[in-house]
């Protein structure tokens, strides 16, 4: 029996880490006093040091010179993770740079309890690629083998939506049948579960886990579909050039809003395609936009400036996203309804996949007791919306949003390992 275990919430836009010592499980802080940190990492130039989270951020913002990565989650299973890549000149697996992040989460813990934690449950989505099962076993295999390098010697796997239902399940009395919707930044995932406060130290839970389902859409894909609706336009998107009106090349737009891609933008032979095509624009001053954008290499500024608009159109009807690191006093308002309307596919395939999991299980939608919303993007208001309309019956469980997760799988791993 082990008296100490932990379990790691890797997420695509934020992680966590939770301890299960000698029974009593908590999250750690892991940035200052924070439980949770931004899945990101800033190398900086001049020594290649890293920094993650919060601090990432504030370093690249801050316009220091150096390497700036999110969403690396969404490269486990690819093709992407057998190659490196250059970091301020020198070439850097993925396997790396992803342990690196987990190390520091890994050194929050061990500190916390005094010795290095060799047991520990990982989350996993339950696609982390949609319809490919060998790309979907190599993640978790890629996965495995970092956790074994950062020096966990016992590695169990739980889908995080099943880990989000055990942290909620500490506060049901009797039994609920429930439904789990996991919106993470990359995947959308779903379980339907009976939940008592009869189950809470069983190990093994199969026979209480009725279905899950899974989607790769999540939050970034939202950023993505916004970015494409209200700020690319400013910057060109669908412009034309040349004597014919030929619509300029829609890849770098798409690229440029999608965080895992931004690094890939800036390329002296993409600059020197886009100068070429300036030259014939028809909309010099928006295709302008582009231009700089990638000269400067601002592409993940102007990401973080549309998931500013996208948190804060959760509760307002209009926002005003400021950009003026591209021209002075540059504004672009941005109305919910726009967004909505971006989405509504994404959206659509969330309520599928949901519905699909209710299917799967063999239940009706008005069987469903419980509703335990999870993961950032489920504040988005069309989600809200829409498991409300599915769901009219059911209590809504939306505390722990970003956290749940991680203290889920401190409490499966107290299960599994002891304590």
């Not at 909620?168 to 009395?173: A, I, L, P, T």
């Not at 395609?273 to 300036?278: G, S």
């Not at 007791?369 to 809200?384: P, R």
Request: hydrophobic content about 40%; charged content about 20%; overall charge negative.
């Amino acid at each position: 029996m082990n008296t100490y275990s932990c379990g790691i919430d890797f997420g695509t836009s934020n992680s966590s880490i939770a301890l299960n010592k000698a029974g009593e499980v908590s999250l750690v802080p892991v940035e200052n006093n924070s439980v949770t940190i931004p899945s990101a990492l800033f190398f900086r130039q001049h020594d290649n040091k890293a920094f993650y989270g919060r601090s990432a951020i504030e370093h690249f913002l801050d316009r220091e010179p150096g390497r700036f990565m999110r969403s690396l989650k969404r490269v486990l299973g690819s093709s992407v993770m057998k190659q490196s890549t250059l970091v301020n000149g020198t070439a850097m697996s993925f396997t790396t740079i992803i342990a690196g992040f987990l190390r520091e989460l890994k050194q929050k813990a061990d500190a916390a309890v005094g010795q290095d934690l060799t047991c520990v449950v990982m989350g996993r989505p339950v696609h982390f690629v949609d319809n490919d099962p060998a790309a979907d076993e190599r993640a978790e295999a890629e996965l495995t083998a970092i956790a074994q390098r950062i020096g966990f010697q016992h590695i169990d796997f739980q889908f995080e939506p099943i880990a989000a239902a055990f942290a909620h399940e500490v506060n049901v009395r009797g039994e609920k049948l429930a439904l789990v919707v996991d919106l993470g930044g990359g995947t959308s995932d779903f379980t339907v579960i009976r939940l008592s406060d009869q189950a809470l130290h069983k190990a093994d839970r199969s026979a209480d886990i009725l279905a899950n389902t899974g989607v790769r859409v999540g939050g970034n894909d939202f950023d993505k579909a916004l970015s494409l609706a209200a700020i690319m336009p400013e910057l060109g998107f669908r412009s034309t050039y040349g004597e014919k009106g030929l619509e300029v090349p829609l890849k770098p737009y798409q690229d440029l809003a999608e965080w895992s891609k931004v690094n890939f933008l800036y390329t002296p032979k993409l600059i020197s395609q886009i100068r070429q095509l300036l030259y014939q624009s028809h909309d010099k001053v928006r295709f302008g936009r582009l231009l700089q954008v990638l000269e400067e290499e601002t592409g993940h500024t102007l990401l973080s400036g549309t998931e500013t608009a996208k948190i804060a159109l959760t509760d307002q009807p209009e926002h005003l996203a400021a950009l003026d690191f591209i021209e002075a006093g540059f504004t672009i308002p941005i109305l919910r309804t726009v967004f909505d309307e971006a989405i509504a596919t994404d959206v659509a395939r969330i309520s599928a996949s949901a519905q699909q999991c209710i299917q799967e299980a063999g239940v009706r939608n008005d069987a469903i007791e419980l509703v335990i919303l999870t993961g950032g993007s489920t504040e988005v208001q069309a989600i809200q919306t829409e498991f409300r309309r599915l769901f009219p019956q059911a209590a809504i469980a939306d505390d722990n949003k970003l956290s749940s997760v991680g203290l889920g799988l401190a409490y499966d791993s107290r299960n599994k390992f002891g304590g």
